[in-house]
């Protein structure tokens, strides 16, 4: 399956959830962002994101919900797609 958006774009809008803070992964694979469900355009980002490092999975907590968080190298990659001229 072919995404909708290029992948740096995808990674960006991923980021940019996860550093808002409140990103989930459930048991069952899915995302949530405050409680609701991640559009589906932001699950293969975040799922490379988590694969490459830039993202990681805190402690579990109530409901099998772990909470989503960058790393210093994420922190860097968004400050880097954010500012592509810098």
Known sequence: MTSLIPPELGHLL????????????????LFLHQGRPIPGYLDAPLRDLLASGHL???????????????????????TTLENPES
Not at 19 to 27: A, E, I, Y
């Open 14 to 29: 991923a980021l940019r959830r996860v550093r808002r803070g409140h990103v989930v992964l459930l048991g069952t694979g």
């Open 56 to 78: 990681h999975l805190g402690e579990r907590r109530e409901w099998e919900q772990r909470p989503v968080l960058a790393t210093t190298s994420g922190e860097q990659l968004h």
